[in-house]
């Protein structure tokens, strides 16, 4: 059975050997120059891409480059459209309903002042010059219109409370149908998406089986559905494991490699790395951290975006 020394030994000699190891990473060739196309928030947790430009094509400015399915949003602007129509609509019936109201209560209101104005000269009669029934007649008489009156005040008063009220009312009723048809149209705006740049587009990937996302696909909001990216400020990303970010950091030479051209090696720094880890969705548990390289000049013409390196750095 080995000694405890032995053991110790054993460990440190594997830490050193491990150590001295080249520290490798994967990346790939992006522009800081991009459009990210992203899933739009819609009325469901689903979407569908409808239709995307092809790869293989250029992108100008200005361009068609992403279409999702805008079906129930479509339904849902047509269906607001006439409610909205029919609310402004029942707006002009309430307008003249009620303006029929307020002057049929205005009218009484004139009506029942000429009465009590016949009925205060009819009052003013002296008791000599009338029986007495008579008398007593026109100052009930006189009293009922003065009740009558004040009725009739009452009643246009309401009226042009109701008037108001209502009117008041349809009106909260159409600005939000029209709130909830601008942000239908809205909505359906976003379901196109058009390019801000020239440059190239390239798919996304699934977040859960890192598969290349296609048209048809059904996707989540918030997903990245393809980018479109300039050839200008190109770098290389990569994302780096936690555990490998102290021997990242003592590195001061970094070679790097195109997978398509192993044989020419090229010299990278590393110019900017996060401070905060992510957690990559079907790599494990562990923290990744994304770190961007720099090149003076690449070894192959014209690389395209997206483009597989091998990135390698030993300890000084």
Do not use: C
């Amino acid at each position: 059975m080995p000694s405890l020394t032995t053991m110790l030994l054993s460990v440190l000699l594997a830490q050193q050997s491990s150590s001295e190891l080249p520290l490798l990473l994967t990346g790939s060739l992006v522009s800081e120059h991009r459009q990210t196309v992203v899933a739009p928030m819609s009325d469901n947790w689903r979407i569908q891409v409808q239709w995307l430009k092809p790869e293989q094509e250029p992108v100008k400015a200005g361009e068609l480059i992403a279409v999702f399915d805008a079906g129930s949003t479509q339904a849902n602007i047509e269906r607001l459209r006439n409610q909205l129509n029919s609310a402004l609509e029942q707006l002009k019936q309430i307008e003249s309903q009620n303006a029929q109201r307020v002057m049929e209560a205005e009218y009484e209101v004139q009506r029942r002042q000429l009465l009590l104005e016949k009925a205060n000269i009819d009052a003013g009669v002296p008791a000599g010059n009338l029986s007495l029934y008579d008398y007593e007649n026109n100052q009930l008489l006189q009293q009922r219109a003065i009740t009558e009156l004040k009725k009739a005040n009452e009643d246009l008063s309401t009226a042009r409370s109701a008037q108001i009220t209502e009117l008041e009312k349809q009106q909260l009723v159409i600005s939000k149908t029209a709130a909830d048809l601008q942000e239908a149209e809205q909505m359906l705006e976003r379901m196109s998406i058009y390019a801000e740049r020239d440059g190239a587009i390239s798919y996304g990937l699934h977040p859960w089986y890192r598969t290349k996302l296609f048209a048809g696909t059904t996707a989540q909001p918030g997903w990245l559905i393809a980018e479109v990216t300039e050839q200008q400020g190109l770098y290389v990303e990569a994302w780096v494991h936690e555990v490998d970010i102290p021997r990242l950091r003592q590195i001061t030479s970094l070679t790097a490699r195109f997978d398509i051209a192993p044989q020419q090696p090229f010299s990278v720094t590393l110019v900017q790395l996060a401070q905060q880890g992510e957690k990559r969705l079907s790599w494990g548990n562990a923290q990744y951290y994304r770190a961007r390289f720099a090149a003076e000049q690449l070894p192959i013409d014209d690389p395209m975006l997206g483009m597989g390196l091998l990135i390698e750095g030993s300890l000084p």
